[in-house]
């Protein structure tokens, strides 16, 4: 079976706290991917990542930063936790962009920041 | 305008009846995805199209792409189908790999 892991499903963090939220894929996929997810709104795409080292801003990249070192592992950042990013955060992999490419997800962070 | 749209937003039906979510795009895509999930939180992926039909158990997926609009069918809903529904697609000339989404339906089926 597929897994992409996120490494908690509930966080409670204090304003102004960095804030680390991990995510670990076994299928050697390529490109990984942070979202975020807010009532009425729908999942947005944070930040990306198709190869190791690289990164692309997605639509809402304000406030955050991306990690990631190995092929694997996909780190996102908030450098400063503040109260707006109290959020359902979700982690996907997938294979590089072949037309038909299915995305795998994570089971969700839902990281509360007081 | 959302480049996905989905309807309804929220459905309530009673358990044994036909069920179908429906999702309009405005992109030219690659695929069509949807997306199941449960509360708490984490994401399955039900199907994935570029045309035609496919079926799995008691869920059904259609996709017309001349009228860019695809269904959700749940035949013989039960209460454990209660979830939100997410449409989404893959577009040409978009981010790799990345998928557009709709906000999603919130599905309640009722013993």
């Known amino acids: 079976d597929v897994k992409v892991t996120q490494s908690s499903r509930y966080l409670v963090k204090r304003t102004g706290e960095k804030v680390f939220l991990e995510c670990v894929q076994d299928m050697d996929h390529e490109n990984m991917f942070w979202y975020r997810q807010d009532p009425g709104l729908g999942l947005r795409l944070i930040y990306f990542s198709y190869d190791v080292k690289m990164k692309e801003k997605g639509d809402i990249p304000e406030g955050y930063s991306v990690s990631r070192e190995k092929k694997e592992r996909f780190s996102l950042i908030l450098e400063s936790a503040s109260t707006n990013q109290t959020s359902m955060y979700l982690c996907?992999?997938?294979?590089?962009?072949?037309?038909?490419?299915?995305?795998?997800f994570g089971q969700g962070t839902r990281l509360t920041v007081v | 305008k959302n480049e996905v749209e989905q309807s309804p937003q929220n459905l309530t039906a009673q358990e044994g009846e036909f069920i179908t979510i429906n999702c309009s795009y405005s992109v030219g895509i690659s695929a069509l995805h949807w997306l199941q999930q449960h509360p708490g939180g984490g994401i399955v992926s039900l199907f994935m199209l570029s045309s035609g039909k496919k079926k799995h158990g008691r869920l059904i997926a259609t996709i017309n792409i001349q009228e860019k609009h695809s269904s959700l069918h749940i035949t013989a809903s039960h209460p454990r189908d209660s979830a939100v529904y997410i449409c989404a697609v893959r577009n040409y000339g978009g981010s790799q790999g990345n998928l557009i989404f709709g906000k999603g339906t919130k599905l309640s089926v009722k013993p």
């Open positions: 996907a992999s997938s294979f590089l962009a072949a037309q038909n490419t299915e995305a795998f």
